[in-house]
């Protein structure tokens, strides 16, 4: 992080997962940023992770759109916002309101949201507004309604510390949300007695601090809940009391648990009966429990019965909203509670109001001012795009988000936004999946430029400042669709001037005629001035209007927001598990990786970020991969009906057998074909309408290839043409991997067009004509422009020390030769890699430091720095040291 003289500090939010941590940007003279985590912020307490570590290396303008365009020319935005405006009231007045939809995001702050919502329900009068939410959150909150009578997470963050048992089920926390998990490690460090049970059907780095990990069945959660609430009646552990004065339908939730006995709980599960036996006896035994639970619950077609099934076991035993109980969904996107707020979701209205409560829409209306609410939800996601496709919907705005990869069958979604009439998005970015098929581009505003409020997954409510000016033309999405309101003629509702304004009519919203009867009340806020805004400090809801300051947790004493006050055990059925077929004989699974967020348009852009995994893959277990001829390091050709990917096989026993697992970051802008949601089925929950992304019968064979290659380059390259590759950004420039199927002859030619090295340049070449491997280095002077590493096999180049090659001077024509033999000179050894991305330590550093006796995390992190900033790596690192002691000792 460069040194600053004169600095300006802003308190800020970082803007990747719901952890939501406080950071301080630091805005030197000379323009350069360097983030911290902020110390007094009640959810990181000063820690950041790898990803809101490098925030900074994300905030350069490359790629970004910086002016409106207009099929694909620069506008101006009165001409593009007045487009926009003219194509969507035509639609509305020529087919209805229902023709147009809005799709956004959980990353949008609050103040956009609530404007999007306001402008769709209010006063276009369609409830076709949806978000990527549904992707994430929708079976969480549709749980949450059934059982709660609101979307109520009842906890906090300390009850992780404060449990004695923590279940993380559906959760990859040391990679999803490293703050969280860092709190709860350190928490259990200095607790030995605290246990955490991780249940995930593979042994993810989350397990790494787990006494029991858990290999469950793919979906088979609500089986393993199931068969812990009757254990837990039978064993006497329920709070029979909390049962009869809170809750209904106790009995028929008991029944249908009761339906598997133990073999066919272990059947249903893929758990032996004694780690049934085990799991039960802790929940049974252990009163502070607190049962996490995020994608692994949520994205399944039984994702909402999930959650009811857990929910059923707190209500059960009356472990809910005490100091270390307590259900706890983790929130995925930065603000994926604040657009569950604001009514983000098809199927809600503002302020945590109903949509079909016909007392509800009739308040909103009054509020608002508005003609007439849809009396009917709109389309989720999943159907909005089929209505894309089929001509039923003909103006769409897509805000922060992009289909075009994160939506299951996306091939189909993509093909459906092309030949939509109107489509306009509003991205930081120009080129992006979706972004190339708008009719309209709008820039917006990016984090460090925006601002406003997002919510975290404790409900707590943070500013998002601005320490940036605004690139170009670029302006904050709540603006953009305030001006399109304006001139569809709704000025006086979209009169707005600041983020302020829109949030103290948010804050008045939710305490409108709220006599305690909804649980969202933040109406303290309702006449907050823009300076109070400005120094808003972080807030946990509700925080109603008189009332003290407080920090609640909801229903240790019921008050639940059902009419009668009372929660709901929903009886859930255990739907098996889909078999798999001949033709599709494996389970596709799919997440994230550490480094990496989603699409990949912000953390794509930091070296070190890119380097910890720099290609799209598979994670198979080494059985499988026998069976169909696939080694580590090979190519795997992954198909489903629906698509197509070719990705990396990395092998591992940490997989499940007959289970794969590809991350959803890779697409079209970094790898040739991994966008792997093209595989993914368009089948949702009944209840949520939420993607099943999580469990997708698939086909896998080898991919041949007659040539793999490893390159890098100090340009980025302009086209790549080759049947696999996957580029990721790099020191000094970019590296990719490839391959080819059809053989190539011309491969000095074959860089000269990707990498445009003029003609007048040279290359250094080598081969090896027993291995048959070629190598070509260009040179500009004494720098190296690009170098490739051609082998019939995959390519066993040090790929570290090649990519420091692009920033060292080749002057001396020996370390010219180096580089095209591919080999680091002895006294520069491959750093292996990345590991720790914070101080870009690689796996070669790290086991060198082991040999020289290092057996210990600290020990490591004393020698090498590795794993002592944001403590993301820690895992990887014990992990390393267990196989290196392991092998030793063989
Ligand atoms: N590094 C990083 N962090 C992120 C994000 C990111 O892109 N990158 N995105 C953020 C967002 S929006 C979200 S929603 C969260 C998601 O956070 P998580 O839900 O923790 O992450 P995922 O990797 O999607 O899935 C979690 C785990 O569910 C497991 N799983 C799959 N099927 C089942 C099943 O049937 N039962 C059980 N019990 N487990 C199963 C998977 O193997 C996986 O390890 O992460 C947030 N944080
Ligand atoms: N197979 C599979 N698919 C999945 C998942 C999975 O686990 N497996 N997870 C699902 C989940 S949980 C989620 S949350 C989604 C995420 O999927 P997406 O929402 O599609 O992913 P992002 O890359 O976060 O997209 C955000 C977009 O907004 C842009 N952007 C960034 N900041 C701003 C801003 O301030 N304003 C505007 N207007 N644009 C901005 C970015 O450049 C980017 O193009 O993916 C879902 N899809
Ligand atoms: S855990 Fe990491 S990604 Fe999540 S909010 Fe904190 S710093 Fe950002
Ligand atoms: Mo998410």
């Known amino acids: 992080m460069p040194e600053l003289v004169h600095e300006k500090s802003t308190k800020t939010t970082c803007p990747y997962c719901g952890v939501g941590c406080g950071v301080i940007a630091r805005v030197g003279d000379d323009g350069a940023v360097g983030v911290k985590g ?31 365009e207009i099929g694909g020319r620069r506008a101006g935005w009165d001409e593009a916002l007045d487009l926009v405006a003219t194509r969507f009231s035509r639609s509305i007045a020529e087919h209805g309101p229902d023709s147009v939809a809005f799709y956004v995001s959980g990353q949008l702050l ?50 992780l510390e404060l449990a004695d048992l923590v279940i993380l089920t559906g959760s990859n926390l040391a990679w999803c949300h490293p703050v969280l998990h860092q709190r709860l490690a350190v928490a259990k ?102 049962t996490c639970y995020s994608q692994g619950v949520n994205q399944s077609v039984g994702g909402t019965d999930k959650v009811n099934a857990i929910l059923n076991c707190h209500l059960a035993t009356g472990r809910i909203g005490r100091p270390g109980m307590g259900p706890f969904s983790l929130t995925g996107q930065p603000n994926a509670m604040g657009g569950r707020e604001v009514g983000g979701l098809a199927n809600m209205l503002a302020a945590h109001m109903d949509i079909d409560q016909p007392l509800h829409r009739d308040l909103v209306q009054r509020f ?55 489509v306009v998005v509003s991205d930081i970015l120009r080129e992006t999946d979706t972004a190339r098929h708008a009719h309209v581009l709008l820039p917006s505003l990016g984090w460090g430029e925006k601002d406003g409020t997002v919510t975290n997954s404790e409900r707590r409510i943070s500013r998002q400042r601005a320490f940036l000016a605004a690139p170009g033309e670029a302006r904050a999405d709540w603006w953009q669709l305030a001006e ?40 303290a806020h309702a006449a907050i001035d823009r300076e109070s805004y400005d120094d808003l ?24 927001y059902h009419p009668d006050g009372r929660a709901r055990f929903v009886a859930v059925e255990a739907r098996m598990a889909k078999a798999a077929s001949d033709a599709l004989p494996f389970t596709l699974n799919t997440g994230r990786v550490r480094d990496h967020w989603h699409t990949m348009t912000r953390t794509g852009k930091s070296a070190r970020l890119s380097g910890h995994l720099a290609e799209p893959f598979v994670e198979i277990h080494p059985r499988d991969a026998q069976e169909i001829g696939v080694a580590d390091a090979d190519l795997v050709m992954i198909e489903s009906p629906y698509g197509r990917v070719i990705v990396r096989a990395l092998v591992t026993e940490r997989q499940a057998e007959r289970n794969l697992f590809v991350p959803m970051h890779w697409n079209d802008q970094f790898a040739a074909k991994a966008r792997i949601d093209a595989l993914v089925a368009p089948v949702t929950d009944p209840y949520s309408g939420q993607p099943a992304s999580k469990n997708v019968a698939v086909r896998a064979a080898p991919f041949a290839a007659s ?23 790099a020191d000094g420039g970019w590296r990719m991997e490839l391959a080819f199927a059809d053989d190539e002859s011309d491969w ?143």
């Open 38 to 68: 902020d110390p007094e912020h009640p959810a990181n307490f000063g820690r950041l992770c790898s990803k809101g570590s490098a925030l900074a290396e994300t905030l350069d303008l490359d790629g970004r759109l910086l002016y409106p």
């Open 110 to 159: 609050t103040e956009d949201y609530y404007i999007a919502n306001k402008l769709m329900k209010g006063f276009i009068g369609s409830a076709n507004i949806d978000t990527n939410s549904r992707l994430c959150m929708s079976s969480s909150v549709a749980g949450h309604r059934r059982a709660f009578g609101a979307d109520t997470v009842p906890g906090t963050y300390e009850d």
């Open 189 to 290: 460090a200095s607790r030995p007695e605290m246990k955490v049970v991780v249940i995930d059907p593979r042994r993810t780095m989350t397990a790494d601090i787990a006494d029991m990990h858990l290999a469950i069945a793919p979906d088979g959660d609500t089986a393993l809940f199931n068969g812990l609430l009757a254990h837990l009646v039978r064993s006497g552990a329920v709070d029979q009391n909390y049962i009869s004065a809170h809750t209904k339908n106790f009995v028929e939730a008991f029944a249908a648990a009761s339906a598997l006995d133990l073999p066919e709980l272990a059947t249903a599960t893929g758990l032996t009966q004694a780690e049934l036996r085990d799991f039960y006896r802790l929940f049974e035994t252990i009163e502070k429990v607190v």
């Open 368 to 422: 608002w001012g508005a003609p007439a609410l849809p009396a009917k939800p709109g389309l989720k996601a999943v159907d909005m795009f089929r209505a894309v496709a089929d001509g039923r919907i003909k103006a769409l705005w897509i805000m922060a988000t992009n289909p075009v990869v994160s939506l299951p069958d996306a091939d189909a979604v993509e093909a459906a936004i092309k030949n939509c009439p109107f």
């Open 484 to 523: 399109v309101g304006r001139r569809m003629g709704f000025g006086q509702a979209f009169a707005h001037t600041s983020p302020a304004e829109v949030f103290a009519e948010h804050a008045a919203l939710s305490g409108f005629e709220n006599d305690g009867g909804r649980d969202f009340d933040i109406s």
């Open 537 to 560: 400090l972080p807030f946990q809801w509700p925080q109603p209007n008189g009332a003290a300051r407080q920090e609640k947790r909801f229903f240790a004493d019921g008050g639940f």
């Open 707 to 729: 040539a793999y290659g490893f390159a890098v380059s100090a340009e980025k390259p302009v086209a790549l043409d080759a049947s696999y590759w996957a580029i990721a950004k």
């Open 748 to 890: 000095i030619g074959w860089c000269r067009q990707a990498f445009s090295i003029p003609a007048e340049i040279e290359p250094i070449g080598y081969t090896d004509r027993t291995s048959g491997e070629l190598r070509l280095a260009f040179f500009d002077e004494d720098r190296l422009l690009a170098a490739l590493f051609l082998s019939p096999r995959p390519v066993a180049v040090a790929r570290n020390w090649a990519v420091s090659q692009l920033s060292v001077s080749h002057a001396n024509l020996g370390k010219r030769f180096a580089v095209a033999a591919g080999r680091p000179g002895a006294d520069k050894p491959d750093p292996g890699a990345t590991v720790c991305s914070c101080f870009s330590i690689g796996v070669n550093q790290i086991t060198a430091a082991i040999r020289d006796g290092c057996h210990s995390v600290e020990a490591v992190g004393e020698k090498l720095s590795a794993g002592t900033n944001c403590g993301s790596c820690r895992a990887e690192i014990r992990g390393i040291i267990h196989a290196c002691l392991a092998a030793a000792a063989e």
